[in-house]
């Protein structure tokens, strides 16, 4: 089932009518900007509409179901008919790691709000490791902050992280504006985010059980094993250990099986009862076999959701060469199946399903420590060397050495659409509107943003994507704008390209405009600190 049909169909159509009581003050220029298109996604469905916005507050004050003439506003409205390019909602990408401050080399404010805006992302949520210090404590929150402030281009949110000994702080952390948490159940990457064992969960669960927020988790863990001698549980088995060539795909594939994120998933969802109320979420769901598990607890009403990102759902471990770690993420692509798997849960299970929201998990870091070898792009050469880094070659294309994390913030819009093209799911119209409930409307409500985000609609910012869902372009460096050039999208052929995004009722991005692109008041994006509020919880839909 579609899961918009009952909003669409609910949905009255208001016959058009004038805008009234709008007036232009000419001494101050017009307090109201109009955009409109034959192709809007607005409620739920693709309708001729026409918005908008006050200057004055950058929200939506009115929306009229077809295309009004520039005649019916004041002399002088900015207005701009779109048509035939889709307008969206700005994508709220609530999976992102910026990295600033202590790693900015990897990944910054400035840099990366950028490739947001140039993808129509409109809202980014940061998550709460590799910047030094985390986000783990409220003076954390206030250095990322500081270091944010007058750096980004689109809006901001911040996630509070789950440690070892930070109970204390988790409170604190929902009160300055945190719109989530996470944590992690096996080693992050970095040693400054340490995992929590089963006993800090349900610490977490009990703390944090009538509070408005979203509790998430990075699920993979170990699964203990028993030896073939006995009944003996060991704790302690040679964790990720490779079994093969260190350059082969397979063999990174097969350390991180499924059965680490089914076993991680089990043991949250046996902790569930602690906070009935509490908004659980997985996120970077990769294995298909989590989705059964997910779903009967769903059913049984445990309020758990969860996310993908575009690469699980665009790549596949068959597709990755010899060496090519830009590939490399945990959890780990899988097979074609599988993504396939993930496909058919969201698009024909949409309602009943588990999978709500699909964000980038930008994961960025120097190309460096990617350890890419020389044939793969994005490969850096060793300072003084025309040929090859990293300066030890046994570990050039070494899966288990390189850093994890896929760089892909503000490609995917195009990234999906393309997909959903090539499986021909791009007619009829509800493909687009899907699009928007995984990547607008419900990662808004992931992070408390209902209200706010994630919908064309009265009373909301106006955050505005125009998208052209035909043209085509290929992925180079000039158009991955995040800081380091490295990513498995690069010389990829993308359907569907971002043409403007605009932030509360201003232009930021403009396709083909001076300046790369970047038109208006430089940096205006604002932090979201506004503390979560009690009975605004998400969706369950
Ligand atoms: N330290 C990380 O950035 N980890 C991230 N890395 C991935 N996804 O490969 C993540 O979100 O778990
Ligand atoms: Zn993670
Ligand atoms: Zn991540």
Not at 7 to 26: C, D, L, M, Q, V
Not at 98 to 118: C, I, K, M, S, V
Not at 445 to 472: M, N, P, R, S, Y
Request: aromatic share 6%; glycine share 10%.
């Amino acid at each position: 089932m579609n899961q918009n049909n009952a909003a669409a169909n609910a949905y009255p159509t208001p016959a058009p009518s004038p805008p009234s009581g709008i007036t232009a003050t000419p001494s101050t220029g017009s307090p109201i900007t109009v955009v409109a298109s034959s192709r809007a996604v607005v409620s739920g469905r693709l309708t001729s509409a026409t918005i908008v916005i006050s200057q004055t507050t950058g929200k939506v004050t009115s929306i009229f179901y077809s295309i009004l003439p520039p005649s019916d506003f004041p002399l002088g409205t900015p207005y701009v008919d779109h048509s035939p390019h889709i307008l969206l909602p700005g994508l709220v990408d609530a999976h992102v790691h910026l990295n600033e401050p202590g790693r900015t080399e990897w990944e910054g404010f400035y840099t990366g709000t950028q490739a947001a805006a140039f993808g129509g992302v409109t809202t980014v949520i940061d998550m709460p490791l590799n910047a030094i210090p985390p986000t783990t404590t409220v003076e954390g929150l206030q250095e990322k902050v500081n270091a944010a402030h007058g750096k980004c281009w689109v809006d901001v949110g911040f996630y509070g992280g789950i440690v070892p000994g930070n109970l204390g702080e988790l409170k604190p952390l929902v009160r300055e504006g945190v719109r989530g948490f996470k944590g992690f159940l096996i080693d992050s990457g970095v040693k400054e985010f340490p995992a929590v064992s089963v006993g800090d969960i349900s610490k977490v669960m009990s703390e944090l059980a009538d509070e408005p927020t979203t509790v998430m988790f990075h699920a993979e863990m170990i699964p203990p094993i028993t030896d073939s001698v006995g009944d003996d549980v060991q704790t302690s088995l040679p964790p990720l250990a490779p079994h093969g060539p260190l350059n082969a795909y397979k063999t990174f594939l097969s350390s991180r099986p499924s059965s680490f994120e089914t076993y991680a998933i089990e043991a949250i969802l046996s902790l569930a009862h602690l906070a009935p109320d509490l908004a659980l979420h997985i996120v970077h769901l990769s294995a298909m076999e989590a989705i059964p598990l997910l779903r009967k607890a769903r059913a049984q009403g445990i309020n758990i959701t969860a996310e993908t990102c575009p690469h699980y759902l665009s790549l596949a471990a068959e597709e990755i060469s010899e060496g090519d770690t830009r590939h490399k993420c945990c959890p780990p692509i899988r097979d074609q199946s599988n993504q396939d798997r993930l496909w058919q849960e969201l698009r024909e299970y949409a309602a009943e399903g588990v999978i709500k929201t699909v964000v980038s998990d930008h994961s960025p870091c120097t190309p460096d420590l990617k350890l890419l070898p020389s044939h793969v792009p994005g490969h850096v050469c060793a300072p003084g060397s025309a040929t090859h880094t990293p300066e030890l070659p046994s570990e050039q294309g070494n899966f288990f050495s390189a850093w994890g994390g896929i760089s892909s913030v503000g490609l995917g819009l195009p990234i999906l659409w393309t997909e959903m093209t090539h499986r021909g799911l791009t007619a009829p119209d509800s493909a687009i509107t899907d699009l928007v409930q995984w990547c607008c409307v419900n990662t808004a409500a992931q992070v408390g943003l209902e209200k706010q985000k994630g919908e064309l609609a009265v009373g909301f910012d106006g955050d505005i994507c125009v998208f052209d869902d035909d043209a085509e372009w290929i992925v180079e460096p000039s158009t991955m704008l995040f800081r380091n050039k490295c990513s498995p999208y690069q010389g990829k052929l993308m359907r569907g390209q971002v043409r403007e995004t605009w932030v509360r009722g201003q232009r930021v991005f403009v396709r083909g405009a001076g300046n790369g692109g970047f038109v208006g008041k430089a940096c205006s994006g604002r932090l979201l600190l506004e503390p979560r509020v009690k009975g605004l919880k998400r969706t369950k839909s």
